[in-house]
T-cell receptor
Framework: DAKTTQPPSMDCAEGRAANLPCNHSTISGNEYVYWYRQIHSQGPQYIIHGLKNNETNEMASLIITEDRKSSTLILPHATLRDTAVYYCIVRAFSQKLVFGQGTRLTINP | KAGVTQTPRYLIKTRGQQVTLSCSPISGHRSVSWYQQTPGQGLQFLFEYFSETQRNKGNFPGRFSGRQFSNSRSEMNVSTLELGDSALYLC?????????????FGQGTRLTVV
């Protein structure tokens, strides 16, 4: 079973920041937080991952709380092409990626 | 560099038949994982191969099998196909499947069993 909890759906206006929350209250010390997204009928796309420090790349920022029990994925300037299902996953060494139901993010013009 | 390549992209098979799907990982990647995606069950892990050995296995019946070759390319096979096997089958590759290594997915093979 997935070890994360995400809202089933969210909406965001184009050009605004999209903030996607994820709860992972049972995360272990050796587990990383990964974010993937899946645009309709395509393979999941890796976005970002982190352990305990905040991370930023060209796609997004990942904010992990100090107790590591929750995190937020931030898409700074959402576009229509960011409409997708976003998956938050916790994963440790050699473990498989366990996908939950994710958050269906809709970017509105 | 080239991404993960899955072939074929679409496939239609009849109940009772068997099918083989292929996955070519990103050059240099040694870990290949397979997932099944259906509307009802979402993305479910099938198995993972690393250096030609199965390292992890999901909760699927023995009709689902796989293998990995010395060049890291992988195949999965489903025998005695059932209607419920209709799904999008996804392959993911990573450098070695260890912690702190991201996995990259292919576009998938959409299998329809009639």
């Amino acid at each position: 079973d997935a070890k994360t909890t995400q809202p089933p759906s969210m909406d965001c206006a184009e050009g605004r920041a999209a903030n996607l929350p994820c709860n992972h209250s049972t995360i272990s010390g050796n587990e990383y937080v990964y974010w993937y997204r899946q645009i309709h009928s395509q393979g999941p796309q890796y976005i970002i991952h982190g352990l305990k420090n905040n991370e930023t790349n060209e796609m997004a920022s990942l904010i992990i709380t100090e107790d590591r029990k929750s995190s937020t994925l931030i898409l700074p300037h959402a576009t229509l092409r960011d409409t997708a299902v976003y998956y938050c996953i916790v994963r440790a060494f050699s473990q498989k990626l366990v996908f939950g139901q994710g958050t269906r993010l809709t970017i509105n013009p | 560099k080239a991404g993960v390549t899955q072939t074929p992209r679409y496939l239609i098979k009849t109940r009772g038949q068997q099918v083989t799907l292929s996955c070519s990982p990103i050059s240099g990647h040694r870990s290949v994982s397979w997932y099944q995606q259906t509307p009802g069950q979402g993305l479910q892990f099938l198995f993972e191969y690393f250096s030609e050995t199965q390292r992890n296995k999901g909760n699927f019946p023995g009709r689902f099998s796989g293998r990995q070759f010395s060049n890291s390319r992988s195949e999965m096979n489903v025998s005695t196909l059932e209607l419920g096997d209709s799904a999008l089958y996804l392959c993911a590759s990573s450098l070695d499947g260890r912690l702190n290594t991201e996995a990259f997915f292919g576009q998938g093979t959409r299998l329809t069993v009639v």
